[in-house]
């Protein structure tokens, strides 16, 4: 999962928590509001997010807890 950052920090439970959009092409997942192509994830693309991005999410899950 090292090509999504915020995948990388996720719990089990929450990876777990996936499905297919886009007619088969694509996996979302929930928890995370995470989104890669099939193909993507075949080639190893990684995730174009920022860091600040990144920050804001780690941000909004430890204010969950």
């Known amino acids: 999962m090292a090509w999504s950052p915020p995948d990388e920090c996720a719990s089990v439970e929450e990876r777990n ?31 174009g997010e920022s860091q600040k991005s990144l920050q804001g999410w780690l941000n909004a899950k430890s204010a969950k807890v």
């Open 17 to 47: 928590n996936w499905r297919f959009i886009a007619r088969g092409e694509g996996i979302h997942w929930n928890r995370l509001d995470e989104d890669i192509s099939i193909k993507n994830l075949i080639i190893g693309q990684p995730s």
